[in-house]
């Protein structure tokens, strides 16, 4: 779809409906001078080219890429009149569509009855998710796992709750003997747990998780910000995607989900979801300044946060029209990502420049160079430099790195010498489909700056 096009026509229907309330003449402090506009952009148009390549497959980087062209106009034409979802009169067509579209994802889920909305991210998604966890459990501590997202933990410390680490498993997952273990020591009243972890796309057992929380009368919340639209791939996944985990959100008390990772949205779209409506009583509503014309519940009523886009809502909605919620529509572009970090794990396994960290569960790819001596000091060296020539480089290949511990090193790789305390290993996020006709090129690219790294033929870049 041409953008460009879209985008003129997304302007013209606005315009269309404002030019229905009549002619106004703009408020002369409002001109600016174009010759002045021109430059200004010129300005910003050449600022902007500072930017990683996050579109293209050659950026594996970090969880970023643009939206979709959909979710753009759908934005653009609604931003022209700014509605603010706080309350139904800051814009009644997208208090309804942010509904549509939250319902849509309740529906993904397996929620029968739930009460949720959209916010500006994850973090105050599950901020959301935590301050209903402490309201419904006073007193109580939050078990997170080791490897969860870290603004949990300083979540926690904003809501004055005690948060607990579980260790995490060799493949950095919730380790289930660890948390029975807390549990059975009665100071948890919620466990959170991650469905695709920011660091590994790791997914804690989360089926077993549920019953194990239950019996000890402990709520669930699952952090699905990242990995969450994976769940329309439980059940369709040729390869084994294992769908248990994803089936048991629908027993579990929270949700947390991010439209602006996986959604396809551009960023200030993430949402919560309870399973029980009558968490809605949690939330304190005396604002003297909304009026309001209707008797229904109001987004803001249910919200942490006041003003939100409800631009965020009509782009979202109007994504989800034409890529749906299901394993035909944004399901394929998720197979493709899952296939691209699938093909790249058995290169990677089969060569000799770089070794496989463990296996992807979803489509983060974690490796590093293989070293004659394998050694904490001089993985984290190599794997820096690999980073730093393949974004300098002509034919750039963008990644991050990721820190790691000694231990989970030795977990996975016992052979490694841990001389240091940690080290930074390569770590991909394949997170466009375009990724998966792309893996031959990353892979040579990678392994290729690894052979070379190891022979000492990269600049070492400065720890
Ligand atoms: C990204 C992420 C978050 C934080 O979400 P933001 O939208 O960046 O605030 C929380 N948890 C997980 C697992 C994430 O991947």
Not at 29 to 51: F, H, Q
Not at 115 to 131: D, M, Y
Not at 182 to 192: K, N, S
Not at 364 to 378: G, Q, S, Y
Request: hydrophobic share 45%.
């Amino acid at each position: 779809m041409k953008i460009r096009e879209w985008a003129v026509r997304a302007v013209d229907a606005v315009a269309e409906w404002q030019a229905n309330w009549g002619a106004y003449a703009a408020h002369p402090s409002l001109a600016v001078d174009p010759n002045a506009l021109a430059r200004g952009l010129a300005e910003l148009s050449e600022r902007l080219t500072g930017n990683y390549p996050f579109f293209h497959p050659r950026y594996a980087g970090q969880m970023i890429k643009p939206p979709h062209p959909v979710a753009v106009v759908g934005y653009l034409a609604t931003m022209l009149i700014n509605p603010n979802n706080h309350a139904l009169d800051g814009g009644p067509p997208t208090a309804a569509m942010e509904r549509e579209a939250v319902d849509a994802l309740a529906r993904m889920f397996g929620f029968a009855e739930h009460l949720g909305h959209l916010t500006s991210s994850g973090t105050i998604a599950n901020l959301e998710a935590l301050f209903v966890a402490r309201e419904s459990q006073p007193g109580r501590a939050i078990a997170v796992g080791a490897e969860s997202h870290y603004t949990h933990a300083r979540m926690g410390h904003l809501l004055g709750v005690t948060t607990r680490s579980v260790p995490a498993d060799a493949r950095g997952r919730m380790d289930l003997d660890a948390l029975a273990e807390l549990l059975a020591g009665g100071e948890i009243g919620t466990v959170v747990a991650t469905l695709g972890t920011t660091s590994l796309g790791a997914i804690d057992p989360l089926d077993a998780i549920v019953p194990l929380a239950r019996a000890h009368g402990v709520r669930v919340h699952v952090d699905a910000a990242y990995g969450g639209f994976y769940a329309l791939l439980a059940g369709v996944d040729p390869d084994g995607l294992d769908p248990a985990p994803w089936r048991a959100i629908a027993e579990c008390d929270s949700v947390a989900i991010d439209p602006h990772k996986h959604g396809l949205q551009p960023y200030g779209c993430g949402a919560v979801l309870f399973r029980d409506p009558a968490v809605g009583r949690f939330y304190r509503h005396d604002s003297p300044y909304t009026y309001f014309t209707s008797g229904d519940l109001h987004l803001g009523e249910i919200s942490l946060e006041c003003s939100r886009a409800g631009a965020a809502a009509a782009a979202l909605w109007l994504t989800q029209r034409l890529l749906p919620l299901s394993a035909e529509g944004l399901g394929a572009v998720l197979a493709a990502n899952l296939r691209a970090a699938r093909a790249w794990a058995r290169r990677i396994e089969a060569s000799e420049a770089l070794t496989l960290y463990q296996p992807p569960a979803l489509d983060i790819v974690n490796c590093f160079p293989t070293l004659e001596r394998p050694a904490m000091t001089a993985i984290d060296a190599a794997s820096a430099a690999v980073l730093h020539a393949g974004m300098r480089e002509a034919d750039p290949v963008f990644l991050s790195t990721l820190r790691i511990t000694n231990e989970a090193m030795r977990q996975r790789h016992p052979a490694v010498i841990d001389d240091a305390a940690g080290a930074r290993i390569l770590r991909s996020a394949l997170m466009k489909p375009e990724s998966e006709t792309w893996v031959t090129w990353l892979h040579d690219r990678v392994a290729g700056l690894a052979a070379r790294a190891r022979a000492g033929a990269l600049p070492m870049p400065r720890a």
